[in-house]
């Protein structure tokens, strides 16, 4: 997910992807822990998109306070 993309969305509609990307990510994981997860590399775009969604949502937020 790009974050030109993400900056186009609302908060409400970042939340609900945050949301829905740490559900994916509780799924990959128990697959991992079961030995049948079929790409370990899934988890890392998981992680980093969550990271890059909080970032904007950070920054969308800091905009309105000023």
């Given at each position: 997910m790009k974050a030109k993309d993400i900056r186009n969305l609302t908060e409400d509609q970042i939340n609900k992807k945050i949301a829905d990307l740490k559900e994916e990510l509780f799924n990959l994981k128990f697959q991992a822990a079961l030995g049948n997860i079929e790409k370990p590399a899934r988890m890392n775009?998981?992680?980093r998109d969550i990271a890059r969604l909080?970032?904007?949502?950070?920054?969308?937020?800091?905009?309105?306070?000023?």
């Amino acid at each position: 997910m790009k974050a030109k993309d993400i900056r186009n969305l609302t908060e409400d509609q970042i939340n609900k992807k945050i949301a829905d990307l740490k559900e994916e990510l509780f799924n990959l994981k128990f697959q991992a822990a079961l030995g049948n997860i079929e790409k370990p590399a899934r988890m890392n775009e998981i992680k980093r998109d969550i990271a890059r969604l909080k970032t904007i949502l950070t920054e969308k937020s800091a905009s309105k306070a000023e």
